[in-house]
C-alpha cells in the first residue's frame, strides 16, 4: 500500500536541527509522489510549486542530496528557501544564509512569525544563526517545523490552485 505524503509527514520522525541518517522507509512513497505529483492533492497547475514541495519531503526525510537537486534546479523563491533550509540543516550556515537572501520578503514569514511564542517577526537567516549557536534546542526545534509546515502547505496550495 502507498503511503500518502501527509502518511509519512504524521507518523515518520520530524527531522532534528541537522541532517541525520535519511529515513529509508521514506523513499518508495516518494519517488511515487514524483512520478505523480498531483498526489499532493490534486492536478498540479504550477510545476514549480510541485516541485518545491517534493524537495521539501525529501528533506523531512534526511534526503539531502535529492532534496538538494531539486530545489537548486528551482529559480524561485521558494526553491531558494527550500535550498537555504537544506544548507541549514547540513550545518553550512554560510551558504544557507546566501540563500535566503534570495529568497526576499516571502509571504509565509509573517505567518511563521505569528506562530512563534514570543509573537515576533521571523527572517530565516536569523533564525539558522540561532540553530548555529544551538541554544534552546527545544524551541528552535519548534520554530523549524512551524517554518517547515507553513512553507510546504504554501507551495503545496499554489501547486493546487487553479
Not at 57 to 84: C, K, M, N, V
Request: hydrophobic share 40%.
Amino acid at each position: 500500500m502507498t503511503r500518502s505524503w501527509r502518511d509519512l509527514v504524521h507518523t515518520l520522525p520530524a527531522p532534528g536541527l541537522l541532517l541525520g541518517k535519511p529515513i529509508s522507509e521514506a523513499i518508495k512513497p516518494l519517488e511515487a509522489l514524483a512520478a505523480d505529483l498531483s498526489l499532493l492533492g490534486g492536478p498540479i497547475t504550477n510545476h514549480d510549486a510541485a516541485q518545491a514541495c517534493l524537495a521539501a519531503l525529501w528533506l523531512r526525510f534526511d534526503h539531502f542530496d535529492r532534496s538538494h537537486a531539486i530545489s537548486q534546479e528551482l529559480e524561485t523563491p521558494d526553491g531558494s528557501y527550500w535550498h537555504g533550509i537544506a544548507h541549514r540543516r547540513e550545518g553550512d550556515y554560510g551558504n544557507a544564509c546566501y540563500w535566503f537572501r534570495r529568497v526576499g520578503a516571502h509571504p509565509v514569514f509573517a505567518a511563521i512569525a505569528a506562530q512563534l511564542p514570543d509573537g515576533g517577526r521571523f527572517a530565516p537567516a536569523d533564525f539558522t544563526r540561532r540553530v548555529e549557536q544551538g541554544a534552546n534546542v527545544p524551541n528552535l526545534l519548534l520554530i523549524q517545523e512551524f517554518e517547515w509546515k507553513t512553507l510546504f502547505e504554501d507551495c503545496r496550495t499554489r501547486a493546487l490552485k487553479p
